[in-house]
T-cell receptor, first 111, second 114 residues
Framework: GEQVEQLPSILRVQEGSSASINCSYE??????FPWYKQEPGENPKLIID?????ERKQIQELIVLLDKKAKRFSLHITDTQPGDSAMYFC??????????FGKGTSLTVIP | DPKIIQKPKYLVAVTGSEKILICEQY?????MYWYRQSAKKPLEFMFS???????DNQTASSRFQPQSSKKNHLDLQITALKPDDSATYFC?????????????FGEGSRLIVV
């Protein structure tokens, strides 16, 4: 199956600064890239996604970028707040196949 | 109000025993999945079903058997439990198995094998 690499595994930022998480994938058939946020003891929840026909998508403070040639995509959280502290997972979804997840990034926003 | 119901939420089992994790979704979805999350392997894909048919199985052990009695049900039977099976098991669903459909997770069943 698809392999998704996610870095960094741990990220600490000051409140108000930006946080960036990078993911790469191998299967050129992957054409849908969601991002999930998981708080302790809870299930992963979709926060933003991007499809292969787009290069950039923004929802409020969340920005995702997709570079299909390099097979990389990234999540950028601008003006981070303590409530953004959580685990973040990227995923790649090849057609008619499953969702393959990165190993996660533990984000801590320091007040 | 969760639309993907998993039961039980917490479970302690004895090594060697057998347990069934229940999953029902009320989103009208046609594809259902099981993922396992542990400290060693976050969000590891296990099985996918589409219209009650097995689409993919990436679980090496036959001790894990999915069971789909209805379109909106996908239970997971685990036999001969081992301590290494301790994890949170997430059921998930999407509209169908085509790419680009949002994947929704249930609240998870946390299994501890002693």
């Amino acid at each position: 199956g698809e392999q998704v690499e996610q870095l960094p595994s741990i990220l600490r930022v000051q409140e108000g600064s930006s946080a960036s998480i990078n993911c790469s994938y191998e299967d050129s058939a992957s054409n849908y890239f969601p991002w999930y946020k998981q708080e302790p003891g809870e299930n992963p929840k979709l926060i933003i996604d991007i499809r292969s026909n787009m290069e950039r998508k923004q929802i409020q403070e969340l920005i995702v970028l997709l570079d299909k040639k390099a097979k990389r995509f990234s999540l950028h959280i601008t003006d981070t707040q303590p409530g953004d502290s959580a685990m973040y997972f990227c995923a790649a979804n090849p057609g008619y196949q499953n969702f393959y997840f990165g190993k996660g990034t533990s984000l801590t926003v320091i007040p | 109000d969760p639309k993907i119901i998993q039961k039980p939420k917490y479970l302690v089992a004895v090594t060697g025993s057998e347990k069934i994790l229940i999953c029902e979704q009320y989103l009208g979805h046609n594809a259902m999945y099981w993922y396992r999350q542990s400290a060693k392997k976050p969000l590891e894909f296990m099985f996918s079903y589409s219209y009650q048919k097995l689409m993919d199985n990436q679980t090496a052990s036959s001790r894990f058997q999915p069971q789909s009695s209805k379109k909106n049900h996908l239970d997971l039977q685990i036999t001969a439990l081992k301590p290494d099976d301790s994890a949170t098991y997430f059921c998930a669903s999407s509209q169908d198995s085509r790419a680009g459909n949002t994947l929704y997770f249930g609240e998870g069943s946390r299994l501890i094998v002693v």
